[in-house]
């Protein structure tokens, strides 16, 4: 109810002003783009509706990148965390297999001179 009573008020008044300034007429430029007698409520009018259609513009621009943000956040955080378990996975598989490199039977490297002169006498 209140934002009903708002809006009339504000829109009474829009009225006034439309009605007193209706006859008052200035010269305008815009860019080398010149009225003589331009109305002084339609310019602005005019600029009032520019500034609120940029400011909303601005809005939606800064809320589009606020949600990028987010998302990369939540991918950051996921990324973590899926970090976090592989590392956990891997203590865990390290903790119940002690690796016994020392009972694994080696290849002998027929390459290696060392090797190859301790397998042939």
Do not use: C
Not at 10 to 32: K, Q
Not at 68 to 81: E, G, I, N, P
């Amino acid at each position: 109810m209140a934002r009903i009573i708002f809006s009339i008020i504000n829109l009474v008044a829009f009225a006034v002003l439309v009605v007193l300034n209706a006859g008052n007429v200035v010269a305008f430029n815009l860019f080398g783009w010149q009225l003589e007698a331009a109305p002084l409520i339609a310019i602005v009018i005019v600029s009032f509706t520019a500034g609120v259609l940029y400011s909303f513009l601005f809005y939606v621009m800064s809320y589009f990148a606020k949600g990028r943000r987010a998302k990369l956040v939540r991918t950051r955080d996921q990324l973590k965390q899926k970090e976090h378990e592989l590392a956990g996975r891997d203590d865990a598989k390290a903790g119940d297999k002690p690796k016994r490199r020392w009972l694994r039977k080696s290849v002998p490297d027929k390459t290696d001179t060392a090797q190859s002169g301790l397998t042939e006498s």
